[in-house]
């Protein structure tokens, strides 16, 4: 399984933010432009507290199983590949909300800042820090669940997890 890349998680936010900056100027021109739910950065919040959550637990249950603890209980490989799956997945599909919101925000606070508007991008502004913060967790999460063995190695025999 190869490891989530920075660069890869900035490019989707960049591109995103972006087109939906040009989206939301071509949007306004129309008409009205749609809000951005308050649903947005709670829902972000409550992904990334879920994968933060999971990776201290797997955290603990692997550091217990490891020193070696009577009564330790030991961590499926495959729970450990699903929550690492769930993390990636959860981590890009963050950046590109992220970038969503960031662009809306963008657009909003730059074209004439009114009560309404304001309000419309603190929310986006909290989505893109809600976003951030499953970026993170997700992050933290594949570290958790990181074989030793992919440290010492890189090569084609590496073990992943």
């Known amino acids: 399984m190869k ?3 920075i660069k890869v998680l900035a490019g989707l936010f960049v591109v995103a933010g972006i087109l939906a ?3 939301a100027r071509l949007w306004d021109s129309f008409g009205t ?5 308050v649903a947005a950065p709670i829902v972000l919040a409550v992904i990334a507290v879920v994968l933060a959550a999971t990776a201290l637990s797997l955290r603990a249950r692997l550091r217990a199983q490891r020193e070696r603890r009577p009564g330790a209980k030991g961590v ?5 590949a699903r929550a690492v799956v769930f993390g990636q997945a959860s981590a890009l599909v963050a950046s590109l909300v992220a970038g969503l919101y960031g662009g809306v925000g963008v657009f909003l606070l730059t074209s004439g800042v009114d009560d309404a508007r304001r309000a419309q ?11 951030a913060g499953v970026v993170a967790a997700a992050i933290f999460l594949e570290r958790v669940c990181k074989l030793p063995e992919d440290d010492e190695g890189e090569g084609p025999g590496a073990a992943r997890a």
């Open 3 to 5: 490891q989530l890349r």
């Open 21 to 23: 900056w040009a989206g």
């Open 33 to 37: 432009l749609p809000g951005v739910p």
């Open 76 to 80: 499926d490989p495959l729970v450990a």
């Open 121 to 131: 991008a603190v929310y986006a502004g909290l989505s893109v820090l809600a976003g």
